[in-house]
Nanobody
Framework: HVQLVESGGGSVQAGGSLRLSCAASGYTFSSNCVAWFRQFPGKEREGVARLSAGGEIRYYINSVQGRFTISLDNAKNTVYLQMNNLQPNDTANYYC????????????????????WGQGTQVTVS
């Protein structure tokens, strides 16, 4: 049974930082494509950053490029999303997601590619 558990969300002021964590059980991140998504109220979930090939290939959407960093700690089997210089329009529920059997992510990493999802963690920036 695969379980992804996020943590690290919270409330910060604009310009602040948060680090989200996603720990897995029954699953190995290093062998698969993993990603962070976010969902604004009333909107569809959107991909924010993805990680392929054991952490060697990273991609970010334009709005977070240079501010967010996705990383993988193989020893802890945990994926992180370091978020710096947070802005009010980053306020959303953030989810980690992982594929089943795909070492590389597709370029546009659609939601439909991901088989496993965490429960989400709320990030609020004021």
């Amino acid at each position: 049974h695969v379980q992804l558990v996020e943590s690290g969300g919270g409330s910060v002021q604009a310009g602040g930082s948060l680090r989200l964590s996603c720990a897995a059980s029954g699953y190995t991140f290093s062998s698969n494509c993993v990603a962070w998504f976010r969902q604004f109220p009333g909107k569809e979930r959107e991909g924010v950053a993805r990680l392929s090939a054991g952490g060697e290939i990273r991609y970010y959407i334009n709005s977070v490029q240079g501010r967010f960093t996705i990383s993988l700690d193989n020893a802890k089997n945990t994926v992180y999303l370091q978020m710096n210089n947070l802005q009010p329009n980053d306020t959303a529920n953030y989810y980690c997601a992982a594929t089943r059997g795909s070492r590389f992510c597709r370029a546009n990493f659609p939601r439909s590619d991901f088989d496993y999802w965490g429960q989400g963690t709320q990030v609020t920036v004021s």
